[in-house]
Structures are given as C-alpha cells and as structure tokens.
C-alpha cells in the first residue's frame, strides 16, 4: 500500500512559479514510477508528468514541456512538480500518482494509487 499526500498549491498570477510536493508512505516507494495528473472543472483528469523509479527518465505533456519539471528525492520519499511560467489555462487540481508500470501512468491506464489533489489557480 502507497498513500500519497499532496501540498503546494495555491494562487499565483500568470507567469509565477509554484512548487508542488507529494510526500509518499511506505518503504518501497523507491520501486514505484511516481505521475502528476490534473482535472481542470468540468474536464477529465490528464496526464501532466511522470518520472521513472530512478530519476533517470522523465516525460511531460506537451501543454508543459519546457516550462514544468518533475524530480524525486527516494531517500525522502517525495515527488516534485516545479511549475514556471504558469498560465492561467494551468488552474486545475493537480494529483500524485505511483503505479510500478510507468507505462500505466504516461497512458493514465490502471494506475494503482492517487493522492487527494491539491489546488492551484492561476490569475490572468
């Protein structure tokens, strides 16, 4: 079992930077491909980044290729989403994900654990 609790969010104005974290339970996190996702209002959840079990391989949608990174700290048990040059088309609710396929989470397709979600809203 993985519980995964995410923090950061918040308000910021168009072009502003925000770091989102997500701390994960369990002592076999550092075998797990860990995902960040997001749900605007009234849309599906979409896939936002992902990042293999060792750091060595990271993806991105291509709506934040460039501008967001994605990283995670095993020895802390925790994933990052640093996000720059937000735009307001951004505000969603943005949720961590751990599934030991990462396939299953560049696809979002069975992934086996979320997080709650965290807001954030950017300002125009």
């Known amino acids: 079992q993985v519980q995964l609790v995410e923090s950061g969010g918040g308000l910021v104005q168009a072009g502003g930077s925000l770091r989102l974290s997500c701390a994960a339970s369990?002592?076999?996190?550092?075998?797990?491909?860990m995902g960040w996702f997001r749900q605007a209002p009234g849309k599906e959840r979409l896939f936002v980044a992902a990042?293999?079990?060792?750091?060595?391989?990271?993806y991105y949608a291509d709506s934040v290729k460039g501008r967001f990174t994605i990283s995670r700290d095993n020895a802390k048990n925790m994933v990052y989403l640093q996000m720059n040059s937000l735009k307001p088309e951004d505000t969603a609710v943005y949720y961590c994900?751990?599934?030991?396929?990462?396939?299953?989470?560049?696809?979002?397709?069975?992934?086996?654990?979320w997080g709650k979600g965290a807001l954030v809203t950017v300002s125009s």
């Open positions: 369990g002592r076999t996190f550092s075998s797990y491909a």
């Open positions: 994900a751990a599934d030991h396929i990462i396939a299953a989470i560049r696809s979002n397709y069975g992934v086996d654990y």
């Open positions: 990042i293999s079990w060792s750091g060595d391989s990271t």
